[in-house]
């Protein structure tokens, strides 16, 4: 078992080299050096060429009854790190600023545990690259990199929390995370001059009208004791303050606890798209994608056990927690695959997402001794 030292130097060390979705060689190789100094008596290395980026780590058990999954996303975000810290970012405008970092140590800390103490189980160490965006968890699943030997009977997986107290496990039977659909939407006018107004179709006008009438959806059109999110975080349009802009693009997120939530949302989008278009006489083009990003569904017994372990375990602080509107491509393996997901807390001042998150790295060892304990468990029965 690393000490508490050994553990934040591996994640210092992860939180120096952050990489966007699909292109996280150096964490790919980094983790590879790690895994290569383990005693390979009973592991198996797999680096699959489809998904170039992803590890898997294969522990064979002493006397294996089921093959238990342990996931950990390894992508970061293009956030700009504003902390000043001695291990800041070494990639300009790329942080870990959803704590994958944090996701990554927890997992090498009991693949290391467990590569030196032979589980009774099966164990497989999943390194998932894009959860972020690019649905690496479903990529993975279509791939088929969860079958014959490497098929796994049951999941885990967690997400650091920043409103949780350090090293705390919050979970729930039930939807734990949203499942969300990207929509972009592009809206047509004409350009001209700033000063012939009459001349043109003004698509920044168009863009402002669509977005004030998107926020009908949540207000007026979904039960106020459900939950829904329509969020553009982006938005573009024009080139220069005095020529109408011509297109305007938004990029946008709707989440919801149910996928009939979501279908909903797309379909009230797609409805306010169309008047809005026929409002001001332009083109408004609007697309969706969901990739693996499912709520995320916890399996009622198997979730019932973990919280059963985590509320009598001496050494673990465990709260029952509400469901959160962030969204997982965990859940499309949950939609396979049986399982659990649950938080960490890292009591960080900054939120997820936030140029100045700083997970508390205290969460790092009482993440690995809570799942150590579980997991163990868990063979156990
Ligand atoms: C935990 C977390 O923050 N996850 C992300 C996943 C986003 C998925 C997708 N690209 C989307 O924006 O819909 C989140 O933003 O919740």
Not at 140 to 151: I, N, R, V
Not at 335 to 350: A, E, H, K, R
Request: aromatic share 8%; charged share 15%; proline share 5%.
């Amino acid at each position: 078992m690393l000490t508490e030292a050994e553990l934040i130097q591996i994640r210092r060390h992860l939180h120096q080299i952050p990489e966007l979705a699909l292109h996280e060689t150096a964490t790919h190789a980094y983790l590879k050096a790690v895994v290569d100094q383990l005693p390979a008596t009973w592991l198996t290395v797999r680096e699959p060429s489809e998904l170039p980026t992803a590890l898997l780590v294969k522990v064979a058990g002493s006397q294996p009854q089921r093959t238990i999954g342990y996931r950990a996303d390894i992508d970061a975000l293009p956030v700009d790190e504003t902390a000043s810290c001695s291990f800041h970012s070494m990639h300009p405008g790329v942080m870990h600023a959803c704590g994958h970092d944090i996701h990554m140590t927890v997992a090498l800390g009991l693949l290391i545990y467990f590569a030196e103490n032979q589980p009774q189980d099966n164990l497989i160490f999943f390194f998932q690259p894009a959860e972020e965006s690019e649905s690496g968890g479903k990529q993975a699943y279509d791939l088929g990199l969860f079958t014959g030997a490497w098929h796994i009977d049951e999941f885990y997986g967690l997400h650091d929390n920043s409103d949780l107290p350090t090293g705390t496990i919050g979970c729930r039977l039930g939807t734990l995370f949203a499942g969300t659909s990207e929509v972009n939407v592009t809206i047509h006018g004409t350009s001209g001059h700033a000063a012939f107004p009459h001349r043109a179709n003004d698509a920044v006008v168009i863009a402002a009208s669509f977005i004030t009438q998107i926020q009908t959806i949540v207000a007026r059109n979904i039960d106020p004791t459900a939950c829904g999110v329509v969020t553009f975080g982006k938005m573009t349009a024009g080139s220069i303050r005095n020529v109408i802009a011509g297109e305007a693009r938004l990029e946008g997120t709707i989440r919801g606890l149910t996928q009939d939530m979501i279908l909903f949302i797309r379909q009230r989008v797609s409805e306010i798209a169309a008047g809005v278009a026929q409002t001001y006489n332009a083109q408004i083009d609007v697309t969706f994608n969901q990739g693996g990003y499912y709520p995320v569904e916890n399996d009622p017994q198997l979730t019932a056990n973990f919280i059963q372990y985590m509320q009598r375990a001496a050494d673990v602080d465990f709260q029952e927690t509400p469901p959160a509107m962030t969204g997982e491509d965990f859940g499309y393996l949950l939609n396979q695959i049986p399982g659990t997901m649950f938080w960490l807390g890292v009591d960080s001042p900054g939120a997820l997402h936030a140029a100045n998150f700083q997970p508390h790295e205290g969460a790092i060892i009482k993440g690995v001794t809570a799942m150590r304990g579980f997991l163990t468990d868990r063979m156990a029965h």
